[in-house]
């Protein structure tokens, strides 16, 4: 399986090209094709000093999308809408969004575009044959580089279709020690995606680090 990461140079895309390339082809993507290799080189170097293998490929985020079956959209909800009106090609794509619309003052909290979330958003932008899946929501940006830790977290899934749920769920459970859940349809998006801000305001107020969630 072949999985693309658009925004695959930023801290989340990075984390997830490490984490994800031993397992699977990995195609990271970036508005700069020459930033997108570098991160590759980056990635593989850590992986090799912990003794890893992986398949990585550094190209453009148009690239990635179109050489993908799974394209993971790894950038900041303000940068989602511009970022698709340039992509193309998502048709029969699983689509993965672990996309927050989030806004701070004094605290974070849960700020939802119209369509009542992210992944309903991308859903609407995107063609009716490609299949958007929210997951990977609640992870700490940070959790992701750490490969001497393992990722001890539980990871909802929402989505419309059960094959493509199947498939995000079973990338989720190659990832550490991740485990799958399902969330329900994509419209229980917005639930998932409202826990970050919780998650980061129980971080900042309690001075904790990478709070994240386990189902027990």
Known sequence: MKIGIVGGT????????????PKYDVIVGSRE???AV?????????????????????????????????VV?????????????????FEDKIVVSPVNPIERTNYFYYAPPPEGSAAMMIKGMLPESATVCAAFNNI??????????????SVAVCC?????KQ???EI?????????????????????????PLLLNIARFNKMRDVGVKFV
């Open 140 to 153: 700490a940006a940070n959790k992701w580089k750490m490969l001497d830790e393992e990722l001890d977290y």
């Open 160 to 164: 419309d279709d059960d094959g493509a």
């Open 73 to 89: 959209l790894a950038i900041p909800f303000k940068h989602v809408a511009p970022t698709l009106n340039t992509l193309t090609g």
């Open 167 to 169: 498939k995000v769920m």
């Open 38 to 70: 570098a991160t590759c080189e980056t990635c593989r170097e850590t992986l090799q000093v912990q003794g890893m293998e992986c398949s990585l490929v550094g190209v453009t985020n148009q690239h990635a999308v179109d050489e993908a079956d799974v």
């Open 172 to 196: 989720v459970n190659n990832v550490s020690r991740l485990r799958a859940y399902d969330g329900g349809p994509l419209a229980a998006a917005s639930i998932v995606e409202s826990v970050t």
């Open 33 to 35: 094709e020459v930033k």
């Open 10 to 21: 930023g801290d989340i895309g990075e984390g997830m090209a490490l984490r994800l390339s």
